[in-house]
Structures are given as structure tokens and as C-alpha cells.
């Protein structure tokens, strides 16, 4: 019997490893997300069914106040903190790496069983930690996931006015109708979608106040960006704010539909009941949504490139690494996206994804629900009114300050 565990133990480490050489060889990029993913998902476990254990822990249960919630936090910000250490590890080693021939390249593509081994053993030392420590994470993640989600809006801005310039260079009647048509399109689709809104959170018989100035702020906002952006001084496109102006609209419902479930402007959400299927549907929906946006912005050419890394490098496949295949090389190969901005990106995220799952580290609402509560609420109303202030900046910048450059 303990002949045929070591044999399939063994087999089970074989197989471990072969996978992770094999997703090595292919792109570096999609194994990162998938151990990155596997974080979040690890994080979901324990938030749901590790509170019991922690309480055995006489180094966190140092009081007997600690509520259910409290313990759930505990457990997604000590995943979290694992998982950001071992990112932000990988940062600084890849600070300077420029081209292929540097040796961290291949620390960057390769390695795959140590990694792993190491970013577990990261994981379980946190839990070792004294919560003191963890509360001070607690507290930079907020400022993380700001950073994240900057960088999100930074990234949008900048793939809109590429989109636009990339039409209009072509310099064809077809495509001027094209950027028309889109653009009326978004505009409509925004102020429909606001008065969705308005039926949504602002029901009948009840004084939403609150509700009513977000919703309307945004529709003064998608208003203000059209005026801007067609003023003759700052001859800019529709194309962007239309875009911006839809987005906009979209964090404005987040933010709403963030709001508690038994307020009763919250129109979506008037029972406190919360099945299995809409717990896991949204935390899903979370997974994919962070694992995406770290990635984009991860392998963006937009921040931080290395100097002798060709833009050009944004427009190839999300996940597949121009540098596979190319070791044997002589040539010196520039790298086409920072790798250290690369992990600092998926180190921000861990710490977004602490917030989500924790609710902002607020204990107020319902431990069953993900992502509900004021403070969540004003992070994603404050984050559609920086994307406008940015926006708004990107169109009068060239103007205010017409000697210096913008790209």
C-alpha cells in the first residue's frame, strides 16, 4: 500500500512539473495568471471555511471578540499578503532586465516547480505571522488597490485615444462614418443606461438623494466631455469621450449595485438572502475581471518599457511571449515589456483583490457577500471621477501647458 503512494505521489510530482515546464515553454505570462488565480481561488476557500482553523491559532485568537467576519478577513489579507510578497520579490530581482541575454530572463520564463514551492511556502508563513503585521497590510492594500485601479483608468485612457488615432490616420471617409457612428452609439447607450439606473435606485416613495447625484453627476460628466473635446481650442475626437463617457456610466452602476442590501435605495438588491449560485457567479465574475486587468496592464508598453523595447510590442498576442523560442540566439533580443512593472502589477492586484473579497476590510455587511458596502460604494464612485478628471486633463493639458510634449 505505501509502495502505490509513492508511486502515485511520485506521479502526481511528475505531472506537476511537466505541466508547469510545458506552460513555461509556452508563455510565461499565462502561467503567472494561473498561479495568480489560483491565489484568488485559495483565498475564496479559506474565506469561506477557514475561520474555524484560525481560531486554533492562539497567535491570531488573541481575543475573544474576534467576530466570523473578522477571521475571514484575516485569511483572504494572509493569502494576499503571500501572494503579493512573492510578486513584489520578482519586481525588484527584475529591475534593469533589458534584453534576453540578461540571466533573470530565464528566472522570468523558467523555474516553474520552484516557484510554485516557494510562493506556497510564502502563503503558509503568513499565516504565522502576528496580526499586527497583517493589519498594517491591511491597511497599504487600500492604497494598492487605488494604485491598481489607477492604472486601470490610465490604461483605458490611453487605448481609446490609440483607437482613435488609429482610425483617423487612415484617412478614409468610411472610417470618419465609423468613429460617428460608435460614438453616437456610446452616447446613447449612456444616457439610456442612466435612466435604467434612475428606475434601479431611485424607486418610488423613497428619499435617494445619494443615488440620484451619482447618477446625474455622470450624465453631467459624459456631457462636459463631448463639449471639451469638440471646443475648437482643443480640437480633440468624440470617440474617447463617448467611450469614457459609457465607462463611467458602468462604474456608476458598480458603485450602486455595491451598495448594502437592505438599504433601501439599492433597488437590485431589496432581499438579504444570498444564493450559492449569485455567491459564485460573482466571485467568478471577480476572478476573471482582476486576472485580465493585471494582465493587460501587466504586458502593456504604456508604462514603464524598457528603453530598447520597440512600442510596436503592445500589439502582439495578450499571451504568448515573443522571447520563446529565441534563447539560442546570439543577437541580443530587447524584451517587449518591463518585467518588473509586470509583477509590481500583479502584486497590486493581490492587493485589490484582498479589498474585493474582504469588503474594504468592513465588517458591516453580511460575511456572505463580496464586494458590498459604503466604502466600496465611494472607492468606485471616486474611481469614475478620476477617470474624468484624467480625461478631461488629456484634452487640456496640450493647451494649458503648449510647451511641452504629450504622446
Known amino acids: 500500500m505505501s509502495c502505490l503512494a509513492c508511486c502515485c505521489a511520485s506521479a502526481t510530482c511528475g505531472l506537476c512539473s511537466s505541466v508547469a515546464s510545458g506552460i513555461s515553454r509556452k508563455s510565461a505570462r499565462i502561467a503567472y495568471c494561473g498561479l495568480f488565480g489560483a491565489s484568488l481561488v485559495v483565498s475564496w476557500i479559506l474565506r469561506e471555511t477557514g475561520a474555524p482553523l484560525l481560531e486554533k491559532f492562539p497567535w491570531i485568537n488573541t481575543s475573544d471578540s474576534y467576530t466570523k467576519e473578522w477571521y475571514q478577513q484575516q485569511a483572504v489579507l494572509r493569502v494576499s499578503f503571500g501572494n503579493f510578497l512573492f510578486f513584489a520579490i520578482y519586481a ?71 483607437w482613435n488615432d488609429s482610425w483617423v490616420e487612415k484617412d478614409e471617409r468610411k472610417w470618419y462614418i465609423a468613429l460617428l457612428v460608435i460614438s453616437v452609439v456610446c452616447y446613447i447607450a449612456t444616457y439610456a443606461f442612466s435612466g435604467v439606473l434612475f428606475m434601479w435606485f431611485n424607486p418610488s416613495g423613497h428619499d435617494c438623494g445619494l443615488n440620484v447625484f451619482f447618477i446625474v453627476m455622470t450624465m453631467i460628466l459624459a456631457f462636459v466631455f463631448a463639449i471639451v473635446a469638440l471646443h475648437p481650442a482643443v480640437n480633440g475626437s468624440l470617440l474617447p469621450a463617448s ?165
Open 92 to 162: 525588484l530581482i527584475m529591475i534593469g532586465v533589458k534584453d534576453q541575454n540578461d540571466r533573470r530572463d530565464s528566472w522570468h520564463h523558467g523555474g516553474w516547480p520552484l516557484k510554485m514551492i516557494v510562493w506556497f511556502l510564502l502563503v503558509v508563513l503568513m499565516f504565522l505571522v502576528s496580526n499586527f503585521i497583517v493589519s498594517i497590510y491591511g491597511i497599504l492594500a487600500k492604497f494598492g488597490a487605488g494604485a491598481f485601479l489607477l492604472v486601470q483608468v490610465v490604461l483605458l485612457l490611453d487605448a481609446t485615444h490609440n
Open 243 to 407: 467611450v469614457i463617457s459609457v465607462y463611467c456610466a458602468y462604474v456608476c452602476y458598480t458603485g450602486l449595485s455595491s451598495e448594502p442590501h437592505d438599504y433601501v435605495c439599492n433597488g437590485l438588491n431589496r432581499s438579504k438572502a444570498v444564493t450559492a449560485s449569485t455567491l459564485t457567479l460573482g466571485m467568478l465574475t471577480t476572478v476573471l475581471s482582476v486576472l485580465y486587468s493585471a494582465l493587460r496592464a501587466g504586458s502593456s508598453t504604456t508604462f514603464l518599457s524598457p528603453p530598447s523595447s520597440p512600442r510596436a510590442g503592445g500589439k502582439e498576442a495578450l499571451l504568448e511571449d515573443p522571447e520563446d523560442g529565441k534563447k539560442g540566439e546570439a543577437e541580443a533580443r530587447p524584451v517587449s515589456y518591463s518585467y518588473s512593472f509586470f509583477h509590481i502589477i500583479f502584486a497590486l492586484a493581490s492587493m485589490y483583490a484582498a479589498m474585493l473579497l474582504s469588503g474594504w476590510t468592513d465588517s458591516s455587511e453580511s460575511a456572505s457577500l463580496i464586494d458590498v458596502g459604503w466604502t466600496s460604494v465611494w472607492v468606485k464612485i471616486c474611481t469614475g471621477w478620476v477617470t474624468a478628471a484624467l480625461y478631461i486633463w488629456t484634452l487640456i493639458a496640450p493647451f494649458i501647458l503648449p510647451d511641452r510634449e504629450f504622446y
